[in-house]
């Protein structure tokens, strides 16, 4: 019965191993699944401010987080920040009905505007046992601005968690993210729509 037990611990050792190993990079996406209205008019969007400094790892994956089991994994990801960010608050707000438009930067002839800058993004996790966690945090700022001023700033925080277990890393590691980001758009439509419905 030992010598099972012993067997069994070893495998599942193996396995978690080779999920952190081989399944480590993580896709940032985002699927629409608000249905928030009001929106009208034309709204610019600025290209966020990347706040954060990731390290790169030697394929210039950035790294996002850490996974520990017995020895730490990266968790990287090949996306590309920004673009995941302004993709997924200008789908959502194209459906609550405004036209949306893309900018470096807010200027003085813009009437409805948003800037973004994101603070922290950050997926931990652990092995306790057979179970894996992970948790995400994420820090945004978002500006609201109204005929070139910026009217109001918001610091929205969004987190996941995910525990379970899996051999797949990365899409235990994409739901953590996923829960923490939708949580992020979520509270960045409604005040978007609240000061320009």
């Given at each position: 019965?030992?010598?099972?037990?012993?067997?069994?611990?070893i495998i599942l050792?193996?396995?978690?191993?080779?999920?952190?190993a081989?399944?480590?990079?993580?896709?940032?996406?985002?699927?629409?699944?608000?249905?928030i209205t009001?929106?009208?008019?034309?709204?610019?969007i600025?290209?966020?401010?990347?706040i954060q400094v990731?390290?790169?790892?030697?394929r210039?994956?950035?790294?996002?987080?850490d996974y520990?089991?017995?020895v730490t994994?990266?968790?990287?990801?090949d996306?590309n920040i920004?673009d995941?960010?302004?993709?997924a608050?200008?789908d959502?707000?194209?459906?609550?009905?405004?036209?949306?438009?893309?900018?470096?930067?807010?200027s003085?002839?813009i009437?409805?505007?948003?800037?973004?800058?994101l603070?922290?993004f950050?997926?931990s996790?652990?092995?306790?046992s057979?179970?894996?966690?992970?948790?995400t945090n994420?820090?945004?700022?978002?500006s609201?601005w109204?005929?070139?001023?910026m009217i109001?700033?918001?610091?929205?925080?969004?987190?996941?968690?995910?525990t379970g277990?899996?051999?797949n890393?990365?899409?235990?590691?994409?739901?953590s993210?996923?829960?923490?980001?939708?949580?992020?758009?979520?509270?960045m439509v409604?005040?978007?729509?609240?000061?320009?419905?």
């Amino acid at each position: 019965m030992k010598r099972l037990i012993y067997s069994l611990t070893i495998i599942l050792f193996v396995l978690s191993l080779m999920g952190c190993a081989s399944e480590h990079n993580v896709i940032l996406n985002y699927e629409r699944t608000l249905n928030i209205t009001g929106g009208s008019g034309e709204i610019f969007i600025a290209k966020p401010n990347i706040i954060q400094v990731f390290r790169e790892n030697h394929r210039g994956q950035k790294i996002i987080g850490d996974y520990w089991d017995a020895v730490t994994w990266d968790i990287v990801t090949d996306s590309n920040i920004s673009d995941w960010i302004v993709n997924a608050l200008s789908d959502e707000l194209r459906h609550a009905g405004f036209n949306v438009g893309y900018v470096s930067d807010i200027s003085e002839t813009i009437d409805k505007g948003v800037s973004l800058s994101l603070i922290k993004f950050n997926i931990s996790g652990n092995r306790k046992s057979i179970l894996q966690s992970l948790d995400t945090n994420i820090l945004l700022s978002m500006s609201i601005w109204k005929n070139g001023s910026m009217i109001k700033e918001y610091y929205i925080e969004g987190n996941g968690s995910n525990t379970g277990w899996t051999p797949n890393m990365s899409k235990k590691a994409g739901q953590s993210i996923e829960v923490a980001f939708k949580y992020c758009v979520n509270e960045m439509v409604t005040r978007v729509i609240g000061h320009f419905k």
